[in-house]
């Protein structure tokens, strides 16, 4: 994709009756109007100061104006800050710094991987700030490009953070350290972005310490906050690791492109800080898989005690499901019998033997005990 476009004329032939007819090229698209760019370039522009031997000398009101005067003061340095900028104040930045198409292209899409490239003498360094929310207990990432030329220095925000408006007074507040260059300001930049990265940590680790109370209090929703939980510190720590790759290919090119030492000094104590987090957070990937097991044993314990309760029910049940088997059984037959005598027949042997009640009472009687007797043998009653 080219973010600065030329317009490629074609033509486009179609035979009618065997004779080529040439059709007229599609119109271009029509640039945005000066107004409306000046407009949205106003929008995105934070701040662009122009600096000589680490003192603010100007500050500009356009892109145009910035570059006109660096021009006109050689030895100067210009910080340009951008805050969401259109692809049009992206084209305008490009065609005063003479950018490189690509280069571009990683600008305006943005959404692009932490990562370090030299596009001819301009280098282009993205990083993902981080920040931890207290109140909804997450980290929110945000992207920052710092765009490096020869004698200026932008920083696009993508995101609300970092808030880049006390690093530019720190530095203004140290002329010495400014007057190094456009490097000052990508350490500074640098060493914002680590220093947030410190109460992440703190933060996430408290997340964990939280968790491991949940775990042990068997909380139903421990499994899930583990799993975001666990997405979070992944998300973290690859921001991490690709700003000490980062650091890292910027120390490879201390001696090439003659960086100052104090800056080297300074560079290198980032890259010890972000040493330090990156250590404390693959600390967490252990914390959170054993914090998983253990989630997975607690539950799975659970579970077969929940088992075994129900088991026990069962078999109470059943107990008394054959409890009152019995004694239905036991019941029916007596009942049986007395059916049989209860019936009204005209004809009937036991109707005139003296014996005839003793024997059925007798009968019921024996078939009742020799049921309870079989019944008491299985431990059905």
């Known amino acids: 994709m080219r973010i600065v ?28 109007p000066p107004a409306a760019k000046a407009r949205s370039e106003a929008e995105s522009l934070v701040t662009a100061a122009i600096y000589q031997d680490g003192e603010r000398v100007a500050t500009t009101g356009s892109l145009s104006e910035t570059f006109g005067q660096l021009r006109d003061n050689p030895g100067a340095m210009a910080w340009i800050g951008l805050y969401r900028p259109s692809a049009e104040t992206i084209g305008t930045l490009a065609e005063h710094a003479h950018l490189h198409e690509l280069l571009v292209e990683d600008v305006i899409q943005a959404h692009q991987r932490p990562k370090l490239e030299r596009y001819d003498s301009t280098l282009l360094v993205v990083l993902h700030p981080a920040r931890y929310l207290n109140a909804e207990e997450e980290v929110e990432f945000g992207e920052l490009h710092v765009v490096l030329g020869r004698d200026y220095v932008v920083t696009i925000r993508h995101g609300e953070n970092p808030e880049l408006g006390s690093v530019r007074r720190r530095l203004e507040s140290e002329p010495d350290l400014l007057s190094t260059g456009p490097e000052s300001v990508m350490y500074a930049v640098m060493d914002a972005v680590v220093d947030q990265y410190v109460p992440v940590y703190h933060g996430l680790d408290n997340d964990i310490d939280e968790i491991e109370f949940q775990v042990f209090r068997g909380d139903a929703d421990v499994s899930r906050r583990i799993y975001e939980l666990s997405q979070e510190v992944a998300d973290f ?5 690709s700003t000490g790759r980062i650091l890292t290919d910027l120390s490879a090119g201390f001696a090439k492109y003659h960086v100052a030492p104090e800056l080297q000094s300074y560079l290198r104590d980032v890259a010890d800080h972000v040493t330090e987090v990156r250590e404390r957070t693959d600390a967490f990937h252990h914390s959170l898989r054993d914090i998983l097991t253990v989630n997975a044993t607690l539950v799975a314990q659970r579970q077969n005690e929940e088992m075994k309760h129900l088991a026990e029910q069962s078999k109470a049940e059943n107990e008394q499901m054959r409890r009152i088997s019995a004694w239905a059984a036991i019941i029916f037959t007596p009942t049986v019998i ?6 009204n027949f005209k004809r009937m042997p036991e109707l005139d033997w003296i014996m005839g009640y003793p024997f059925a009472v007798s009968m019921m009687l024996v078939s009742a005990g ?12």
């Open 338 to 343: 007395t059916g049989v005598y209860g019936m």
């Open 370 to 381: 020799l049921l309870f007797f079989l019944f008491k043998r299985k431990d059905w009653l």
């Open 237 to 241: 720590g690859r921001a991490v690791r």
């Open 5 to 32: 476009p030329g317009i490629r004329q074609t033509n486009r032939e179609s035979r009618t009756n065997g004779v080529a007819e040439r059709k007229p090229d599609p119109p271009a698209p029509a640039d945005p």
